[in-house]
């Protein structure tokens, strides 16, 4: 988990309607880190998932997702299709699969035997598909921390603010007030886990300010990246959940001092009148490492 972690990037995780092949084909034309091949809320009616799963395996084979994280969005449990899209898409190409409505670490734990029981048939190591459980209901949040460690295949939790609302029965207001709350839980529960906090979708995607608006308070609450409905939207979600041109600076400047310090004996460094202690030089190894992963991907 920590090294799938490390070794990729997950600012923005972009849904597409896996039937729709005039989507699939926009798709790979734009900048996003993870492809959510969407086979469960925006895919009906019923038959549509069937050219969902076929539009997958086809394009996977093909080589058309090589320079992105595809994630698969999954039907629920209680749907009657989550066995065939697991069956079908456990293959080469695909790198985990976003789990809907995970209510409580059972639902999760139940989602990793069933990929171990398909690895273990088609002879694929086990713990190769990852799992980002979606965090859609009032339980989920409540059990955010549970839902974290039911499965060492969990590198993410994403927040899914329209079925939660619904299922509290709350409004989903102008100031955000009412998803702040469960925004910080499952940033904090995440983190305490060692796994991403992926923030909810904007759902206004033609209102690009009060986007900016709603990624100032995901980065301030510590969310790594936010699930994408629009192509439009990717500009500003990158420019978010990337270091700054100051950032990277800093970073660099305060490990050469830390590095300088230690080479001359000394057990504390500062730098603009303030000590540089453990926490802040694991955060700028954080953000240097993150750079270099941008670079890496902007190089392909």
């Avoid at 090294?3 to 309607?17: C, E, Y």
């Avoid at 809320?41 to 799963?53: G, L, M, T, W």
């Avoid at 955000?176 to 909810?200: E, V, Y």
């Avoid at 300010?209 to 439009?232: C, D, I, Y």
């Amino acid at each position: 988990m920590k090294d799938f972690i490390q070794a990729h990037l997950m600012r923005s995780l972009m849904f597409v309607p896996a039937h729709r092949e005039k989507l699939l084909e926009s798709a790979i034309n734009r900048s996003a880190d993870v492809l959510l091949l969407d086979l469960e809320d925006s895919v009906q009616p019923a038959e549509n998932k069937v050219i969902a799963r076929k539009n997958i395996k086809k394009w996977v084979s093909e080589g058309k997702f090589t320079d992105f994280l595809v994630f698969p969005r999954v039907n629920d449990r209680e749907s009657g299709e989550l066995l065939r899209d697991a069956y079908e898409l456990t293959i080469e190409g695909i790198h985990g699969f976003m789990y809907p409505k995970s209510k409580k670490g059972e639902d999760v734990y139940f989602f990793d035997k069933l990929l171990e029981t398909i690895e273990y048939e088609k002879g694929i190591p086990v713990g190769t598909f990852k799992i980002i459980p979606l965090i859609e209901t009032a339980a989920a949040v409540l059990n955010a921390q549970e839902i974290c460690q039911a499965s060492d295949r969990v590198v993410a939790i994403a927040y899914g603010c329209e079925d939660f609302i619904a299922d509290l029965g709350g409004i989903h207001d102008e100031e955000g007030q009412s998803l702040f709350t469960p925004r910080a839980l499952i940033a904090m529960a995440a983190k305490a886990h060692g796994i991403l906090p992926i923030d909810t979708v904007h759902i206004n995607v033609h209102d690009l300010e009060e986007l900016e608006q709603n990624l100032r308070v995901a980065r301030n609450l510590g969310f790594e990246g936010m699930m994408v409905l629009n192509p439009k939207e990717l500009e500003l979600v990158h420019r978010y959940f990337s270091p700054s041109a100051k950032e990277i600076k800093d970073a660099e400047e305060m490990l050469q001092l830390a590095d300088q310090a230690k080479s001359q004996g000394n057990g504390v460094a500062m730098i603009n009148g303030k000590f540089i202690g453990p926490p802040m030089i694991i955060a700028a190894q954080k953000v240097l490492k993150k750079k270099m992963l941008i670079e890496m991907k902007n190089s392909r």
